[in-house]
Nanobody
Framework: QVQLVESGGGLVQAGGSLRLSCAAS????????MGWFRQAPGKEREFVST????????DYADSVKGRFAISRDNAKNTVYLQMNSLKPEDTAVYYC????????????????WGQGTQVTVSS
């Protein structure tokens, strides 16, 4: 079956960096656009970033643009989220998701989800 497993979360001070990874199995990874979403306590899950199947195009939420970078390695079936200049408001559970075909900011368009990894940014 399809599995998406996130890793790399943790506790970091404001201004610091983390790199999240999401390893996929059970699907033809290169045929899926990938996305990162996050959910902070008491808030709805929100879009963070997405990347096309080839990795040639990326998109970001305005709140993370210029600080976060999404990438993928289709040979390793893995998508990454490099997070720099972290702020306390970035604290959330981060989820990766896979969507057949074209990319999207819409979480409801995604087919598969990971369990999430906690990112906590202290001030």
């Amino acid at each position: 079956q399809v599995q998406l497993v996130e890793s790399g979360g943790g506790l970091v001070q404001a201004g610091g960096s983390l790199r999240l990874s999401c390893a996929a199995s059970g699907l033809t990874f290169s045929r899926y656009a990938m996305g990162w979403f996050r959910q902070a306590p008491g808030k709805e899950r929100e879009f963070v970033s997405t990347i096309t199947r080839s990795g040639d195009n990326t998109d970001y939420a305005d709140s993370v643009k210029g600080r976060f970078a999404i990438s993928r390695d289709n040979a390793k079936n893995t998508v990454y989220l490099q997070m720099n200049s972290l702020k306390p408001e970035d604290t959330a559970v981060y989820y990766c998701a896979a969507k057949w075909g074209s990319w999207s900011q819409n979480q409801y368009a995604y087919d598969y989800w990971g369990q999430g990894t906690q990112v906590t940014v202290s001030s």
